[in-house]
């Protein structure tokens, strides 16, 4: 081989491996948008923040119209949500199940329009959760069977897929990942559910939280659930584990092999860490535990059980935090957002999409910089009441033990709780009285981590920003330039 050629076969290499590099890597972490909020940004303001960050991949909890409409044409691909009141009626009609397609996945798929990628059925977006003890089991396959259809119909049956997000507890954890099996009680379900998912492509899609692992059981070794190595690693056979993640990960492995779909793919549903609520809960473990997920997934490590294979979609929980959404399972569940409210990102994160660091979202428009704050000159012998009525309306989780705002003193905590309430009445006047109590201030009343919010203006329903250039799409036009001209190169050499 003459000189010059060797020196062509190494750039096609080089090329050949940035390809490669560029197809594992691309896109391969998504987020989870939620939007149980008092204070919701307008959708597109949400999606110009998502294609500034460079993620390319959505999950939708429902098929809200406003967010949708907003996707369309962002080159973004969305995972949309069946909610759980619809799946007893498209599970026995397959006429609601087609007008549900056509009214919410058809009506944006055209030219131009959403780049809507999977379809699941939701249940609490779980339905074998073990709470929900049996109930919506029998919905799930009919409620499939029946929407395939009306994809079938719709002739989008090769290109939407079908999916169920599963909680981890459907295949409650023995301690060795090798020992990993589906509930008994659900070994029926499931059989059938990877049946469907393997004869459609589809991925079978797990929701893992190993900070709900450490937050439920003090005996969980805490730097298990991170990514930095652990005192407590896990032996199973040949195999060693040093997190959580690549346990759970692997559990899912062991269940499908012993089903015959050991070589399913898998999604991420779900996963991440919250940043405020609980004592485990903060903004430094939530960054180093996300960071360190994203770089153990976009180095393509894979696990024991699949080396050099990750998972084909991580879905990060959540995109925005949720202030309104139930304190059930405690207060740190309005705060597992990566961005608060308001799209401010909340620490620094490399998405491994191409950004150093997060960026804020742009032209947020807020209400006046103003707060409300306890009139200190007062007699303050009855504020318990109030401040008890404000806090079961808005939302006061940070001032719980373990949140940032914990620390602020008797006045501060009604400060916060008189705040957050007026922020969500969109600073009404009269909700800042609290029986002359409440003053409003211009001043910042926020202390170090805690910070008193200010409300954003909501416009619901309105509808998007429609660019037309995709930020994907023109990667994928890159690409196919470089194809090109490896096959000129080729044809050249020969
Ligand atoms: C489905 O689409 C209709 C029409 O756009 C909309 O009114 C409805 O909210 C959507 N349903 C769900 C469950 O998202
Ligand atoms: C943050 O959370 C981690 C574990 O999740 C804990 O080890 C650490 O002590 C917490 N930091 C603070 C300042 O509370
Ligand atoms: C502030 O409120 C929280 C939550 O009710 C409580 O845990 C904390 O002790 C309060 N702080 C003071 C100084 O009363």
Not at 80 to 109: C, F, H, K
Not at 188 to 207: E, K, R, Y
């Amino acid at each position: 081989m003459s000189p010059p050629r060797k020196g062509a076969s190494n750039l096609l290499l080089l090329l050949l491996l940035a390809i490669l590099s560029c197809r594992f890597a691309e896109s391969a972490i998504g987020v989870n948008w939620g939007t149980v909020s008092f204070h919701r940004l307008k959708p597109s303001t949400v999606v110009d923040l998502l294609k500034e960050n460079k993620i390319g991949k959505v999950k939708l909890f429902d098929a809200d119209p406003g967010a949708l409409e907003a996707l369309m044409g962002s080159g973004i691909q969305v995972m949309v949500g069946i909610p759980n009141e619809l799946l007893s009626t498209i599970s026995s009609s397959v006429s609601a199940s087609d007008l549900w397609v056509r009214q919410n996945v058809s009506r944006y798929m055209v030219k131009g329009g959403a780049d809507i990628r999977y379809l699941y059925i939701a249940v609490g977006n779980e339905p074998f959760l073990t709470s929900y003890s049996g109930q919506f089991q029998t919905y799930v396959m009919p409620a499939l069977l029946n929407l395939q259809q009306s994809l079938t119909k719709a002739n989008l049956a090769g290109y939407v897929r079908l999916v169920v997000p599963c909680n981890a507890d459907a295949y409650e954890s023995p301690s060795l990942p090798s020992q990993g099996a589906f509930r008994p009680e659900l070994t029926q379900i499931i059989t059938q559910l990877v049946s469907f998912l393997n004869s459609n492509g589809a991925p079978f899609v797990v929701n893992i939280y190993p900070f709900l692992s450490l937050y439920g059981n003090s005996d969980f070794p805490q730097d298990y659930a991170f990514f930095e190595g652990t005192t407590h690693a896990v032996t199973d056979g040949p195999n060693v584990y040093t997190n959580a993640f690549d346990g759970n990960f692997d559990t899912l492995v062991s269940a499908l092999t012993k089903l015959g779909y050991g070589q399913m793919p898998i999604v991420i549903g779900e996963v991440g860490w919250p940043s405020d609520g609980a004592p485990g809960a903060n903004l430094t473990a939530a960054k180093v535990f996300n960071q360190g997920l994203i770089n153990h997934v976009v180095g393509n490590k894979g696990t024991p059980l699949r080396p050099g294979s990750p998972p084909m979609d991580v879905y990060i929980f959540g995109l925005l935090d949720e202030g309104a959404k139930s304190v059930l399972p405690g207060n740190f569940e309005r705060h597992w957002g990566i961005f608060s409210f308001d799209g401010q990102a909340k620490y620094a994160l490399n998405l491994g999409q191409g950004n150093k660091n997060l960026k804020n979202a742009e032209n947020v428009e807020y209400l006046p910089s103003r707060w409300c704050v306890v009139d200190s000159s007062k007699d303050l012998t009855n504020v318990a009441n109030h401040m008890r009525i404000a806090c079961s309306v808005a939302d006061c989780t940070t001032l719980n033990y373990g949140g940032s705002c914990n620390e602020i003193g008797v006045k501060g905590n009604i400060s916060y709780a008189f705040n957050s309430f007026y922020q969500l009445k969109m600073q009404d006047e009269r909700s800042c009285d609290f029986d002359g109590l409440g003053m409003v201030t211009f001043l910042d009343p926020s202390v170090g981590e805690c910070r008193f919010l200010v409300g954003v203006t909501e416009t619901k329903g309105s509808s998007s920003s429609k660019s037309s250039s995709s930020f994907i799409g023109s990667r994928r036009w890159m690409i196919s330039i470089i194809v090109l001209f490896i096959w000129a190169v080729q044809l050249l050499m020969m």
